[in-house]
C-alpha cells in the first residue's frame, strides 16, 4: 500500500495518484526522470496557469503529468514508450502554463522536444529513445495517448476531472468513474451516464477558462511578461527556462513590473472583465484562441453536443480586463 504522503519523487519506486487512487510501481526509467529538472520544474509550475492566483485550482504540471502516467498505467501497464511520454508530455511549458504562451514567438511544444532531446541520455539507459518518445507524443506513433478519432484522449480526461475534483464540480468520485472506462483506438470510451457527466466537466471546464477569475490574472500576467521584455529585464530565452516562483520574484522587483505585480497578487478585484472594444489606453484584449472539447465516446460512436458546437463557435474570443472605477 502507499504511504501517508502522496509524493512526486517515487520515493520506495512507487508513485500512488490521489486522484484516481491508482498505485504505480514505476520502472527504473522513470525513477530516473523524476530526478531530473525538465521534469521536477513541472512541479513549480501551475497547471491552470495565472488561475492559480485567484482560483482553487492550484495543482501543478508535475502533477497533472502523473496523472497521465497513472491513467497509461491502468490501460497499458506494459507500454514504457507510452508512460515515459505521459511522464514527458509537458516538460516545454512556460511557466504559468498557457497564459504566457506565443510571447517571443515561445512554443510549448516546440520547447518539449528540445527537452527530451536533452534527456536522451536517461531514455536510453532505460532502453528507450528520444525521438520515439517525441513522435509518441505528437502522435506520429500511434499508443494509448493517442485518440485516432478525434475523442477523448487520456491527457484531456486528467484535465478534466482534475480541474472539477479542484473546482468542487466533480458528482462521481474519480476513482469510481474510472472503473466505467475503456479505451477504444485511444479514445475514452464508457456508457451513456458517465460520458454525459465527463461531457459537462468537459464544458464547465472550457466556461471557465472564460469567466472573469481567469481571464483576469492571465491578462494581467501577460502584460506583465510583455512590459518585462520591453524594459530589457527579461527575454524569452530565459522566459523559457523559469519557475513560477522564479518569474515571479523578477516581476514583483523589477521597476516597471513590480507594483503591477503587487496589485495582482493583493487586488485582483480591482479588474473587471467585459465584451466589447477597448475604451482606455490601459486596458488589455485576452483573446481566446483555442478551447478543448474533446468528447468521451459511447460503444465507439461520437457523442454530439449542441453545447460544444456553441462554444467552438466563439473561439477566438476576444475579451477586455481593465481597471475598475472608483
Known amino acids: 500500500m502507499h504511504g501517508d504522503a502522496a509524493d512526486t519523487m517515487g520515493i520506495d519506486g512507487v508513485w500512488y495518484d490521489p486522484l484516481w487512487r491508482i498505485e504505480v510501481p514505476l520502472t527504473p526509467v522513470e525513477r530516473a ?3 531530473t529538472w525538465p521534469v521536477r520544474r513541472l512541479a513549480f509550475i501551475a497547471h491552470a496557469g495565472a488561475a ?18 497513472a491513467l497509461v498505467a491502468h490501460f497499458a501497464p506494459d507500454d514504457a514508450v507510452a508512460r515515459a511520454t505521459a511522464l514527458l508530455h509537458d516538460v516545454g511549458h512556460l511557466p504559468y502554463s498557457h497564459t504566457l504562451e506565443g510571447i517571443g514567438g515561445l512554443d510549448h511544444h516546440t520547447l518539449g522536444r528540445a527537452a527530451v532531446r536533452q534527456l536522451d541520455p536517461v531514455l536510453r539507459a532505460g532502453g528507450l529513445d528520444a525521438q520515439i518518445v517525441i513522435d509518441t507524443d505528437d502522435g506520429a506513433r500511434w499508443s494509448p495517448l493517442t485518440s485516432r478519432r478525434g475523442g477523448l484522449k487520456l491527457d484531456h480526461l486528467d484535465s478534466f476531472l482534475r480541474s472539477g475534483q479542484a473546482n468542487g464540480r466533480t458528482t462521481t468520485p474519480p ?16 456508457d451513456v451516464v458517465t460520458a454525459d457527466e465527463i461531457t459537462h466537466l468537459a464544458f464547465a471546464e472550457a466556461r471557465a477558462q472564460r469567466s472573469e477569475a481567469n481571464i483576469i490574472p492571465n491578462a494581467v500576467m501577460r502584460d506583465l511578461v510583455r512590459r518585462a521584455c520591453a524594459a530589457g529585464v527579461l527575454t524569452p530565452d530565459v522566459l523559457a527556462t523559469m519557475t513560477d516562483d522564479a518569474l515571479w520574484a523578477l516581476l514583483s522587483t523589477a521597476p516597471t513590473t513590480a507594483a503591477g505585480a503587487r496589485a495582482l497578487r493583493r ?6 472583465m467585459r465584451a466589447g472594444r477597448s475604451t482606455s489606453a490601459d486596458a488589455l484584449t485576452h483573446v481566446v484562441r ?9 460503444d465507439g460512436r461520437t457523442v454530439h453536443a449542441d453545447d460544444a458546437d456553441a462554444l467552438r463557435r466563439d473561439v477566438p474570443l476576444a475579451l477586455v480586463v481593465e481597471r475598475r472605477t472608483a
Open 52 to 69: 492559480a492566483i485567484t482560483t482553487t485550482q492550484n495543482y501543478s504540471r508535475l502533477e497533472h503529468s502523473l496523472g497521465v502516467l
Open 33 to 35: 526522470l523524476l530526478a
Open 267 to 272: 487586488h485582483p478585484e480591482r479588474w473587471r
Open 290 to 298: 483555442r478551447t478543448y472539447l474533446d468528447l468521451p465516446t459511447v
Open 175 to 190: 476513482a469510481d468513474l474510472l472503473r466505467r472506462l475503456r479505451l477504444i483506438d485511444g479514445a475514452v470510451d464508457t
